[in-house]
């Protein structure tokens, strides 16, 4: 009930905010855009998996039996806001605040139906011509593209990294006239991990292991990433966009001893896509780097204060034959270092997958969605689940 009871409070507050603004629009220069989706899925399995209402690697069997699956959620659904203050042109000012309700996946124990509500975005943005800022929580530099799948993990733990995390990030755009569009970026992220022992460590009592803190809060700086971003136009049809991004961040283990030992979490990342109008596209991206658990890389293995190396990748097409069917296909995979890994971790984890979306109307889409996963389990035969999941969608 307590959670019912914040839910509620932050929709009236929710409301109350367009509520007022919407009261002042005649008399401001502030624009207020309400968006969102209610989506339902329900997914049968034939093992059991990472997360249940969606997968992102396939659990151990026991006994060499397959463990049979059904579920059912509304938490995908979501909401948010956009403003816009054009007051100030040519300066232009905006922001957003979006939620879901998948906070309960974050270890609080919460019943499958009453969710709990999940800070997606909350950022604001300067533009003046060529420079733009971001400061509050967003996507990742790193990693820009998404396949298009019904499963709420866009390959995350397969292939696909990045997350979204507080930062402050800068954007200069040398070329915004032309067919072709060059984005640079740099920002600094709210650096999170572990609480790593030292491997070298002094403590001897279990207590005395690590001191309760973030070894990304210890490290006492912010990750750095970047990222350089080309998009060209061949003409009004086709379009391509590739470039590379990256990341550096400095982790810190320490002991209640004071004992501390300083490691890294860096990537490089390619990506590229191709679109011929709104009938066919392809994308896709490989990364290669070190302890990259909180972006959802190495299938999500804890870092190491050693290293945990790993490497992965994604591509996937899409195409529709009518403006209301449009079909979807893909695979990733995510391979850590064997040798980085203790007996029983995931080493590697392949995903394949194919979906349709079919517009009942414009703001409803009935979707269906068939993967195969196989997650290997260093010196543990590997294990299977085919998964179809079904989705209806109301966009507004």
Known sequence: MQGTRHVFK?????????????????????????????????????????????????????????DAQFNMTANETR?????????????????????????????????????????????????????????????DIISPLNPATLNYPVLWSCGNIGYRRPQI??????????????NLGMGFFRTLGNDLTPTFTLAVADADKTDGDDDGTDAAIPTI?????????????????FGISGLWGKMDAEDK???????????????????SGATFGLSGEYYSGSNLGSYFGGISNSSLVDGLASSGGWASLWFKTTPKF????????????????????????????????????????????????????????????LRVQTSLIFNF
């Open 225 to 241: 990433q970047g990222i350089v971003d080309i998009n060209h136009k061949f003409n009004d049809r086709y379009k391509v966009r």
């Open 169 to 182: 990030s800068l954007f200069y755009s040398p070329t915004n006239e032309g067919n072709t569009k060059i």
């Open 326 to 385: 449009k079909f979807t296909a893909g695979y990733g995979y995510d391979d850590p270092d064997d040798d980085d890994l203790s007996d029983n971790q995931r080493s590697k984890n392949q995903c394949f997958f194919g979906n349709i979306g079919y517009s009942i109307v414009p703001q409803v889409i009935l979707g269906l969605e068939i993967s195969q996963w196989k997650t290997t389990y260093k010196n543990v035969e590997t294990v299977d689940d």
């Open 257 to 275: 001893l004071g004992v501390s030992e300083e490691y890294e979490n860096r990537v490089l990342v390619g990506h590229g896509s191709f679109e």
């Open 10 to 66: 932050v929709m009236l507050l929710f409301m109350s905010f367009l509520l007022s603004t919407g009261v002042a629009k005649e008399n401001s220069s502030l624009e207020v855009d309400l968006y969102g989706y209610v989506k339902l899925d329900g997914a049968y399995e034939q093992n059991s998996s990472s997360h249940g209402n969606f997968i992102m690697w396939v659990n151990p069997q026991y006994n060499n039996r397959d």
């Open 79 to 139: 909401f948010g806001i956009n403003i816009t203050e054009k007051r100030h042109q040519p300066i232009l000012v905006s922001g957003k605040i979006e939620f879901d309700l998948y906070a309960g996946v974050t270890g609080a124990t919460v019943a499958q139906n009453k969710a709990m509500l999940q800070l997606r975005h909350a950022y604001f943005t300067v533009e003046a011509g060529k420079f733009k800022m971001l400061a509050g929580q967003s996507w």
